[in-house]
């Protein structure tokens, strides 16, 4: 599932933000702005809105009930058409009002169904968040994991182990502080049994157990740069230490539980729409990237929608998918670059700052060129193995 398209009111937001307008949305949605110019606000409201939006099986209820409606009102339109018609032909008492109270019962009747008509069509003609196609679920999921605090399974029983182990496969980031170290051990045991030389487990369970512990070992490499590895004790270790005592820093804490997320939900993570609030806290540019490039191939039909001041990261895509905010309104940046870099770097002198640093490199290049131009050519010793001096 992706937004595509974004039309909720000042008076729907309910949370200080003006009117939010956003369309032609793709993979990637990003959003810059100051500290307190609305993004994290904006990405809740378009997560509680979202929720509401009428599923494909509400809309198919709902037109059912439109053709009900219209059948009740034109079955009352003839019957009161019955009743004029036996009032015209007179052949009723003068003092009978019968046939008028029939009449009145139909038209009240008939304002009830128009009542719900106009409720059945606010959910037909719901357009505050569009998406490619109607869906039976619709919500989005945080995928920055905020707790720092990893909890410790060496203590735990096997049962214990296994249970938070498992809680990591629900989409999203909540469950994997409790669950993180825990699906270390057990993907690392199912590893270990089924390497073992006396291990009674078939080819088939083998390999996917084998292939399981792989993957696992090189996104942790990727994102950490170190390989898990196993104590004598038959535990996981990290640095040299069991995961409890590795002493990871904030950051590594961050990318250990976003390796199981990725790892452990990649299946049901295709079609999702995930929102990722300032995921530079804590982590180093380079390693937000690979993290977001690989989120990207999980997401062949999801979307991702990032919320952040990190210039190298918005540099690194296509500047058609930022997005600006400020003073709690979102407008498109696409077009007008320099209003996100004044914004998080300042006036242009700071931007001139910028600019100067990252031209650094060939700056000093030509300094050096420039300055060894000065001088005289001087011959330089060579081996006899030089090609340019054998050719």
């Known amino acids: ?166 809680s990591i496969d629900n989409v999203g980031v909540n469950m994997l502080a409790k669950g993180t170290f825990s699906r270390i051990q057990i993907i690392q045991d199912r590893w270990f049994n089924a390497t073992h030389q006396e291990s009674t487990l078939s080819q088939d369970e083998k390999g996917l157990a084998i292939t399981d512990y792989n993957k696992l070992k090189d996104l942790i490499n990727l994102f950490l740069n170190t390989n898990i590895e196993r104590s004598i004790d038959g535990e996981p270790t990290l640095f040299g230490f069991p995961l409890g005592q590795s002493n990871l820093s904030d950051g590594q804490k961050i990318l250990l539980q976003m390796c199981l997320a990725i790892h452990c939900q990649q299946e049901s993570l295709e079609n999702l729409v995930l929102f990722l609030d300032e995921p530079e806290n804590h982590l180093h540019p380079s390693v937000i990237i690979e993290t977001i490039e690989r989120l990207i191939e999980k997401t062949k039909n999801g979307q991702i929608w990032i919320s952040t001041h990190s210039i190298p990261l918005l540099s690194y895509f296509d500047p058609s998918n930022i997005w600006y905010m400020e003073n709690n309104r979102i407008s498109y940046a696409g077009n007008g670059p320099e209003k996100v870099l004044s914004s998080l770097l300042g006036d242009e002198n700071q931007i001139g700052k910028l600019q100067d640093f990252i031209n650094l490199p060939g700056i000093f290049a030509l300094n050096r060129h420039a300055f060894e131009s000065l001088f005289h050519p001087e011959a330089t010793l060579t081996k006899s193995s030089d090609p340019h001096t054998t050719n």
Not at 14 to 33: D, F, Y
Not at 67 to 75: D, F, L, M, S, T
């Open 1 to 166: 599932m992706r937004i595509t398209e974004i039309n909720i009111p000042k008076e729907k937001t309910n949370n200080g933000l003006e009117s939010v307008k956003m369309h032609r949305l793709g993979q990637v949605v990003l959003l810059a702005g100051k500290n307190g110019a609305g993004k994290t606000r904006l990405l809740n409201l378009i997560s509680n809105t979202i929720r509401s939006k009428p599923t494909t099986s509400i809309l198919e209820e709902n037109k059912r009930q439109i053709v009900a409606c219209n059948e009740a009102i034109n079955g009352k339109n003839i019957l009161i058409k019955n009743q004029e018609a036996i009032i015209k032909s007179g052949k009723i008492s003068i003092h009978d009002n019968f046939h008028e109270q029939q009449i009145t019962k139909y038209k009240a009747d008939i304002v009830q169904h128009n009542n719900r008509l106009l409720k059945f069509k606010e959910i037909e003609e719901w357009n505050l968040i569009e998406t490619n196609g109607h869906h039976q679920k619709y919500f989005v999921i945080p995928f920055v994991p905020k707790s720092l605090t990893i909890t410790d399974c060496n203590t735990f029983r096997r049962a214990e182990i296994l249970s938070s182990a498992k």
